[in-house]
């Protein structure tokens, strides 16, 4: 299993934390999703790497924004 984490901006609620889950989540290949919304970090899990460019295009579709960080 590989874990990825992401720093997000923009996130402020748990409706904030549903969305980005759910987008985050029907990325093929993730097997979880956990979003630290104190710390504004998106925590991805998969059995194999998954591209950086489609977990961001993921929290993008949710209305956020990964952070280079």
């Known amino acids: 299993m590989t ?3 992401y ?5 402020t609620c748990d409706h904030c934390v549903r969305a980005v889950e759910a987008e985050v ?3 093929p290949g993730v097997a979880s ?3 630290d919304l104190a710390g504004g970090r998106v925590t991805v899990r998969s ?11 993921a929290v993008e579709e949710a209305g956020y924004e990964v952070t280079a960080g």
């Not at 059995?47 to 977990?55: N, S």
């Open 47 to 57: 059995p194999e790497p998954v591209d950086a460019a489609v977990v961001r295009a």
């Open 33 to 35: 999703v956990s979003v």
């Open 3 to 5: 874990e990825a984490t």
């Open 7 to 11: 720093p997000v901006t923009g996130m």
């Open 25 to 27: 989540g029907r990325v």
